[in-house]
C-alpha cells in the first residue's frame, strides 16, 4: 500500500486515538506534578446531635483564592513520584543503611505500598503469562485433532471463561471458596484443620488469583492460536509423517515456526493485560493480601474520602512506563525481524 | 381495565402524599443520592411523598462515597441533595460543594428540631434525622447455656468467645466487619477511642497512633480477630450479618441500623429469637465505649440552582419531620425526630450515648488517616509484622498523603 494510502485511512483512527488515548495521558502526566495546595484551616464552633465541639474546618474562602490563582494545584515536580507512597527512595536509601541482612533489605522494601503492589503484578505476569500461552495451545491442539463433529460445542465450552464476566467469574468462586463455601469447607475437611482459610492466607490469596488469571485469559489464547493452526500448510506436514517424525517433532519444526508470529502477538498482549491486573482484587475482596498497580491507582481515586489525584497520576505514568519495559524485549526482536525481513 | 389501574395508582400515591400534613408542593428537580439500608429507603420514600410536581429521582448505592464528590463537583451537580453522614460531610465540606440552609430552614423547616441541625462556624449545613453506632449483639440461649453473663468489655468478649470455643458449640463465636479497608479502620478507630486515643497531636494534623493505646488496639482487634471465621479480612457487614443468620456466631460488633433486618421474619426463627442486643462494649478499663456515634442527614449540593435546592429541602424536611414515619418504621433506625419512640431495637445507639460515646472525629483530614488505617493494618492481623512496624506505617502513609493533599 502507498504511504499516502495508508495516512489517510490511519487518520480518522489517528485522531480518535490522539483525543481518547494520547490527550488524557499527557493530562495525567501532568496531574502527576501538581500536589494540593496547603490547606488554610480555621476553627469553629461544630453542633451536632450530640453536642458542640471546638474543631477545625477547611477555611473556604482563603482556599479559593489560592484555587483560583493555581488551579493545577501547588507545583510539586517529582514530590509524588519519589514519595513513600509511590517509589520511596528517602526510605528505602534508609533502609539500606539500617537494615543487616540483604533479605531484611528487602523485608521492609516490599513493606512499603508501591513495591508491594509491583511485586504481586509481577508474579501474576510471570506466572500467568507463560502458563496461559502454553494451556492455550495445548487446548487449540488437542481440539485441532478432534472429530469435526463435536468440534462446535466443545470450543463453545472452552471460550466460555472468557465470555463470563470477570467480576462475576471471580465472585462465583469467591464463594466456592469461602470458609463456609463448597471448596473452602471440603478443604478443611480434608487438610483436618478448622482454620484453614484460602482468603486469608497471603500465599493462598496469591495463588487462586493466578489459577483464577490462567482460567480467564487461556479461551483468549486458544482462539487464536486455533485460528493460527488452520493456517499450517499440510504438504510439509503429510511430508514429515512419511519421513517418520513423530508427533512431537511434526509440531516442534513445522507448526511452531508457522504460527511463532502470533504466538508473540499473544504473549504481548497477555503481558499487557496481566500488568494491568485488577478486578481479581475486587472480586476475591483481596485488598488485604494482594495489590496490583492499577488496585493502588483505584484505592487512590475511590478508597479514600479525599481523593488523591496526585498519587494516582503518578501511579498510572509509572504503570505505564512498566508495561514499555515488560515489552520492550518482544517489541525489539519484532522490529528485529521484521528489518531482516525486507 | 387501564382506567381502573390509573384509579388505583392514584389512590395508592394519593394516600401516601397525604399522609402527613405540612407539605408545601414543591416544583423544580430533585435527585438525591443515599447509602443503601432500610431506614434510608424509608426515609427518601417518604420524602417522595411531598414531591408535588417536582421530578424526583433518588440513587441508592452502597457506593455512595465514591461518587458523592465527582457527582457534586460538576456545576450543575448531579445530585440536589447527598444523605451524608459525620465522615463523608468532610470531604463536601472540604471541597465546597454544600450550601449551608438558614433561611430554608426558617421558612419551610417547621417541624425539624433544634437537635437535628448540623451546624458549623454558626450556619447549618446538614439536617440530621437518625442516629447510629456499632455496638454488641448476643445469642442468649448460647450464653444462658454455657453460664456467661452479657459481656460489658471487650475482655469479657474475648473471655466468653474463647469459653463458648472450648464447649465445641462453636468454631467462630465472634464477628465483626473486618473486612480490609473501610469497614477494618473503622473497627480500629472504635477501638482507639474506647482506649481514650486522640488520632492528631492536639491542633494540628499530625498523626498520634504509634504510642501505647495504638498498640493496645491493635493487640485487641487480632484477639478477637482470631476468634473470628479466618476469613474476617474478606468479611463487611453484609457477610457477618449472613454469618450470624446461619448460626455460627453467638457474639458480634454490628451498626444499630441493621439491627432490622436481623431480626425480621426472614431466616431461622430460632436464632432470631434468641438475638438479643446489648450497648457497645468498653476496653482497656476505659469508661467510654469503644465506639463513636454516627449521625446521618441530608446536605444540599451547592452547584444546583436555587429553586432546586428549595424543592429538596421541602421534600426532605417533610420526611426529617414526619411523626408518622418515625411511628411507622420505628424499629428501622434510631430516629432523631419528633415523636419517635425508641423500642428495643434502639437499646444499643440509646445505651452508647448514655455511656458517653464520642462521635466520629468530623475533622478535614481524618479520612486520610482511616485510608491509611485500613490498608496497612492488615499485615499485623495476618501475623506479618509487629504492631510498632503497624502503626510506624500507618502514620508514614498516612503522612505522604497529608503532604499531598496540603495538610502537613
Not at chain 1, 501474576?124 to 491442539?141: H, S
Not at chain 2, 465527582?70 to 445530585?79: R, V
Not at chain 2, 439491627?259 to 468498653?282: F, N, R, V, W, Y
Amino acid at each position: 500500500m502507498p504511504n499516502k494510502t495508508f495516512f489517510w485511512f490511519f487518520l480518522p483512527t489517528g485522531l480518535v486515538m490522539i483525543l481518547f488515548i494520547g490527550l488524557p495521558i499527557i493530562s495525567t502526566g501532568i496531574q502527576s506534578f501538581y500536589a494540593q495546595h496547603d490547606q488554610v484551616v480555621k476553627e469553629v464552633k461544630k453542633c451536632d446531635p450530640f453536642g458542640c465541639t471546638v474543631s477545625i474546618v477547611v477555611d473556604q474562602e482563603a482556599t479559593s483564592i489560592l484555587r483560583d490563582e493555581k488551579p493545577l494545584g501547588k507545583f510539586n515536580g517529582f514530590g509524588t513520584y519519589v514519595d513513600r507512597n509511590h517509589l520511596a527512595i528517602e526510605q528505602i536509601s534508609d533502609f539500606w543503611k539500617e537494615t543487616e541482612t540483604f533479605g531484611e533489605f528487602i523485608n521492609q522494601v516490599t513493606n512499603l505500598p508501591f513495591y508491594k503492589a509491583l511485586l504481586f503484578t509481577l508474579t501474576y505476569c510471570l506466572f500467568v503469562t507463560p502458563n496461559v500461552l502454553l494451556l492455550g495451545f495445548i487446548i487449540a491442539l488437542s481440539l485441532n485433532a478432534i472429530s469435526r463433529k463435536i468440534r462446535g460445542p466443545l470450543i463453545f465450552g472452552t471460550i466460555l471463561p472468557m465470555i463470563v464476566t470477570p467480576l462475576v467469574g471471580s465472585l462465583v468462586l469467591f464463594w466456592m471458596i469461602d470458609a463456609e463455601g463448597i471448596i473452602g469447607a471440603n478443604l478443611q475437611l480434608m487438610m483436618e484443620d478448622p482454620y484453614l482459610s484460602l482468603k486469608s492466607s497471603r500465599t493462598l490469596t496469591w495463588i487462586t488469583i493466578i489459577i483464577y488469571g490462567i482460567w480467564h485469559h487461556s479461551p483468549f489464547a486458544f482462539v487464536v492460536f486455533y485460528a493460527a493452526l488452520q493456517t499450517v500448510p499440510q504438504e510439509p506436514v503429510e511430508a514429515a509423517i512419511i519421513d517418520g517424525a513423530s508427533r512431537y517433532q511434526r509440531i516442534r519444526h513445522i507448526v511452531l515456526p508457522h504460527i511463532y508470529p502470533v504466538v508473540t502477538f499473544v504473549a504481548l498482549i497477555s503481558l499487557m493485560d496481566n500488568f494491568r491486573v485488577f478486578e481479581p482484587i475486587i472480586g476475591f475482596s483481596a485488598e488485604g493480601s494482594a495489590q496490583s498497580l492499577s488496585w493502588l491507582i483505584y484505592d487512590n481515586l475511590v478508597n479514600e474520602e479525599v481523593i488523591l489525584f496526585g498519587s494516582a497520576a503518578a501511579t498510572s505514568m509509572m504503570t505505564i512506563i512498566g508495561i514499555a519495559i515488560l515489552l520492550a524485549p518482544v517489541l525489539i526482536r519484532t522490529w528485529k525481524e521484521f528489518r531482516t525481513a525486507r | 381495565m387501564r382506567k381502573i389501574l390509573i384509579t388505583l395508582l392514584f389512590a395508592l400515591f394519593g394516600t401516601t402524599a397525604n399522609a402527613d400534613g405540612h407539605c408545601s408542593k414543591p416544583s423544580g428537580s430533585i435527585n438525591i443520592l443515599a447509602n443503601d439500608f432500610p431506614a434510608l429507603r424509608t426515609f427518601v420514600e417518604t420524602a417522595k411523598g411531598c414531591k408535588g410536581s417536582a421530578d424526583f429521582k433518588v440513587t441508592h448505592s452502597s457506593e455512595h462515597n465514591k461518587i458523592a464528590v465527582p457527582a457534586l463537583t460538576a456545576n450543575p451537580s448531579e445530585f440536589s441533595a447527598r444523605i451524608a453522614a459525620n465522615s463523608s460531610i468532610v470531604p463536601l465540606m472540604n471541597q465546597d460543594l454544600i450550601r449551608p440552609m438558614d433561611d430554608l430552614v426558617k421558612k419551610y423547616g417547621k417541624g425539624i428540631q433544634d437537635s437535628q441541625l448540623i451546624t458549623i462556624d454558626g450556619k447549618v449545613m446538614a439536617v440530621a434525622f437518625m442516629a447510629n453506632t456499632q455496638h454488641l449483639y448476643y445469642r442468649e440461649d448460647v450464653l444462658k447455656e454455657l453460664g456467661i453473663p452479657v459481656p460489658k468489655t471487650y475482655e469479657e468478649v474475648v473471655a466468653a468467645s474463647e469459653k463458648i470455643r472450648a464447649s465445641g458449640k462453636m468454631q467462630h463465636p465472634y464477628a465483626a466487619a473486618y473486612k480490609a479497608g473501610w469497614n477494618l479502620a473503622e473497627e480500629f478507630v472504635n477501638m482507639f477511642i474506647g482506649h481514650g486515643g486522640e488520632f492528631f497531636k492536639a491542633g494540628t494534623a499530625e498523626p498520634n497512633i504509634n504510642n501505647a493505646k495504638g498498640v493496645a488496639t491493635l493487640n485487641m482487634l487480632k484477639k478477637l480477630a482470631s476468634l473470628s471465621n479466618p476469613d474476617y479480612l474478606t468479611h463487611d457487614s453484609e457477610a457477618i450479618k449472613v454469618e450470624w443468620e446461619s448460626g455460627k456466631v453467638a457474639l458480634m460488633t454490628l451498626w444499630a441500623s441493621r439491627s432490622g433486618t436481623l431480626l425480621d421474619d426472614e431466616g431461622d426463627a430460632k436464632i432470631t429469637a434468641a438475638t438479643k442486643l446489648t450497648g457497645p462494649a468498653t476496653v482497656g478499663g476505659g469508661n467510654i465505649p469503644a465506639a463513636t456515634l454516627w449521625w446521618d442527614g441530608f446536605t444540599l449540593a451547592k452547584n444546583r440552582s436555587d429553586s432546586d435546592a428549595e424543592a429538596t429541602f421541602i421534600a426532605l424536611a417533610h420526611a426529617a419531620s414526619n411523626k408518622k414515619m418515625v411511628a411507622d418504621a420505628a424499629d428501622q433506625a434510631v430516629w432523631l425526630v419528633e415523636g419517635f419512640v425508641p423500642g428495643p431495637k434502639s437499646i444499643g445507639v440509646i445505651e452508647a450515648v448514655k455511656m458517653g460515646a464520642k462521635p466520629y472525629p468530623m475533622l478535614p483530614q481524618m479520612g486520610l488517616m482511616h485510608g491509611a488505617l485500613g490498608s496497612e493494618i492488615v499485615e499485623f492481623l495476618q501475623g506479618k509484622e509487629s504492631a510498632e512496624q503497624a502503626l510506624k506505617d500507618v502514620e508514614a502513609a498516612y503522612i505522604s498523603k497529608a503532604k499531598e493533599q496540603g495538610f502537613l
